[in-house]
Every structure is written in C-alpha cells, then in structure tokens.
C-alpha cells in the first residue's frame, strides 16, 4: 500500500479514464434527518401551545378586526364549554350525595372568591331553576333584566306624570270628603254620584279640617283607582296632632262616660237587687195566688158540680113525682122472671127494676103493640097492684090491630106509682 510520501513516479495517473459513480444515500438520510427534526419541533410548537396555549394579552396582535372577534369567540365558547363541564360535574357529584343522604356543593362554592352573597345567591338560583350558566346564559340573564328594567322605568314614568300636584289648601269649614268630592267633580270631571261613591271607599279624615292643611289627590282612570291622604301645609298643627287631640278628647269623653257607666252599673246592680228580691215575692205571691185560684176553681168546681147534682136530683124528683114507672110483658115471661108472683090467688110484683116511665106532665098515654112481645094481637091486660082500677085510674082501650093504648085518667092515683101491665094473649 502506497502512502502519500511515496514517489509519484510510482503513480499511474490516467488521464481521459471515466470516473467513478458517487453515492447519495448519506445525503437523503441527512435531508430525511432533518425534514423529521424540523417536523419534531414544529409539531412540539404547535402540541405545546395546545396543551399550554398562552393568554389572549400574550399573543400575537390580530392584524384584522374579523381575526380578533374570530380568536375572542373561540375563547368565549372555551369558557362556556368549560363551565358547562363544571355545572355537569357537580350536578353528578351531586346525585351520589342525594343517593347517599349527605349535603349536595352548591353552584356557587367554585366561584366563591369574588363573588359577593347577592351574586352568589342569585348564581345558585340560576342553576336551581336549571337556566344555562355560562357566561352566554348570565348575559341573556342580564338583558332579559335589563328589559325588564326598562319597563319598570316607564311604568315609573307613567306613575310619575300621574302624581298629584301641589295639593288642595283647607279653608275653615272644609272636610276632607267634601274637598275630595269637590276635585273628583272638577279636575277628573266625574259625576257627583261617582265622585261620592269613590270618596267613600276611603277612610278619611272624620271632622272638619285644620285651616291650611293640604290636600292631595291622585286618581287612575284606567283602574279607577282614587287616593288622597292631608299634610299639615301652612298650619301649626300636622293631621295626626289634631286626630291625636281629637282622640284625646274621645277618650276623656270616653272616660267620663266609663265613670257614668259605672256609677249606673252599681245603681243597675242596686236596683237589680231590689227588683230580684220583688221578684221573688211576686213569685211566692203568684205561688199563693196559683194555689188560691187552684183553691177557687176546686170549689167553683165543686159548688158547679153541686148545683148539676142539685139540679139533676130536683129534676129528677120532679120527673119521679110527676112519672109513674111500669114493666109490661106476657104473664108466663113476668113469673118465670119472678117479676110476677101469686099468693093464694092474688097476685104480687116481685123484685123489678121498672126501667120504663110515663112522665105525666107530658104525654098521658102509652101504646102496647103485641109485636113487642112476640105475639100477633093482645086479648087481655091487667094491672098490678089491684087497687089501680080500669076505667077509673087508667083507661084501656083495644084497636082492630091488636095494640092497646093505655089512658092515666087520674093522675093522683098514678102519680109515683110502679106499675105491673100483664098481658095475656
């Protein structure tokens, strides 16, 4: 092997020879090598900034406004993502606390620095009513407020334009009924039956007003709404003073009619005594009278009902000594009721009860008919006792169809007698 030192004349040198092919594999890996490098760091970049991506302030300035709202919305929608993830989270943390009976976190423990009560309250109710958190929800939160803001406002306004102005000044004599009538009919132009109507529903004032006092009214038409309340204006005195004063003197009155009333309730409890204890002997004198007109009626009672026996015993004296009383019937009927007995041949009335009678003051005659006793015509009848005659104390007379008439021609004789007519068919 030849060195470098060696003589050159030893070297062939070939001129015009074809030289050998050189190899580009070295440089292919090399450029391989560093494309793969290259790549490595600007997907590290890139896989950082995503990891760890800086702050909006940190990076580079947009060079459009589309590129800024672009780059501001991405980071409005990350935040939104990122509280929706949050809300979610809780919510699943708080449903195995509800399943194991312990105490759910509320919405607002991760927000808890900067925030004051209000907000943190009104967060918690935001996510109670299940309304979307993040910060797209709060802002439509916020408007939807803000309109409601508004409209207060104009009610307000509205409200505002209807306030009373400076007020009705009392002269001496008015009443607040009276003013408010009198504004009712003037200002709003309202009937005075209305107007009434409307005042009476309020409680006003009772009594006349303090000279100067102010008056103020207010009244909505659409609601039909009337209001009027009294200040103390230009006087010394303010309303309530002089319904103060006013109530003072009620209660003085009030008091001095307490002392009256209790002074008339021991003379009502005096007299109420008295009129119980004449009560009382009013009621054992009604006792006493009850009893004696129990007593009376007992012998008006008694004394009526002697007068009827009295009466009835005359009458019926009257009706025996004017009446005589007799049986008839057939003989055999009158001995088998041993009514009629006979004792050697003369005949005798037994024991009888004579049920029938003649009363001779007014009829003298009695009618036998025979189908009274069951026979067709009556042949004979006599009397018993014997010592009544026929012809001379009783007369008998005999009809063609059997009936017998029986005459008292001598009422002395008959008078009080009990007589016995036998008939014999």
Request: glycine share 8%; proline share 4%; net charge neutral.
């Amino acid at each position: 092997m030849k060195s470098l030192f060696d003589d050159p004349g030893d070297v062939e040198i070939a001129i015009g020879a074809p030289k050998p092919r050189r190899s580009r594999k070295g440089l292919y890996i090399t450029l391989v090598a560093v494309v793969a490098l290259a790549g490595l760091g600007i997907g590290g970049y890139y896989g950082y900034y995503a990891l760890f991506p800086p702050r909006l302030v940190d990076r580079v300035i947009p060079a459009s406004p589309d590129r800024l709202l672009t780059e501001l919305k991405e980071a409005r929608d990350s935040i939104d993502g990122q509280t929706r993830d949050i809300y979610g989270r809780i919510q699943q943390f708080n449903q195995r606390q509800e399943a194991i009976g312990r105490k759910p976190v509320s919405f607002s423990q991760v927000f808890l620095q900067g925030l004051s009560a209000e907000e943190e309250q009104a967060l918690d109710q935001l996510v109670k009513q299940e309304k979307d958190p993040s910060y797209r929800g709060v802002l439509s939160q916020v408007v939807e407020d803000m309109k409601k803001i508004r409209d207060l406002q104009t009610k307000v306004g509205e409200l505002e334009a209807k306030l009373p102005g400076e007020g009705v000044e009392a002269k001496a004599g008015d009443t607040h009924m009276k003013l408010a009538k009198e504004w009712l009919v003037k200002e709003q132009h309202l009937p005075e039956t209305r107007a009434k109507e409307l005042a009476e529903r309020l409680n006003l004032m009772d009594g006349t007003l303090e000279k100067g006092f102010k008056v103020y009214f207010f009244y909505d038409p659409a609601k039909d709404f009337f209001g009027t309340w009294v200040s103390a204006g230009s006087s010394k005195r303010t309303p309530l003073a002089l319904v103060r004063a006013r109530e003072m003197k009620l209660i003085g009155e009030r008091d001095t009619a307490i002392a009256k009333s209790k002074d008339l309730e021991e003379k009502k409890a005096e007299l109420e005594e008295t009129l119980a204890k004449l009560e009382k002997e009013v009621a054992d004198l009604e006792v006493r009278k009850a009893n004696l007109e129990t007593n009376v009626a007992q012998l008006v009672q008694d004394k009526t009902k002697a007068e009827d026996k009295a009466k009835t015993t005359g009458l019926e004296l009257d009706r025996q000594r004017n009446s005589f009383f007799y049986e008839a019937d057939l003989a055999d009927r009158l001995r088998a009721r041993g009514v009629l007995k006979t004792f050697n041949r003369v005949d005798a009335i037994g024991d009888v009860k004579f049920a029938s009678s003649l009363d001779l003051t007014k009829e003298k005659s009695i009618t036998l008919k025979p189908a009274q006793f069951g026979i067709d015509h009556i042949r004979d009848i006599r009397m018993v006792p014997t010592f009544l005659k026929e012809g001379r104390d009783i007369g008998v007379k005999f009809a063609e169809d059997g009936t017998v008439e029986l005459t008292v021609l001598d009422e002395k004789a008959v008078r009080g007698q009990r007589v016995l007519f036998v008939v014999e068919q």
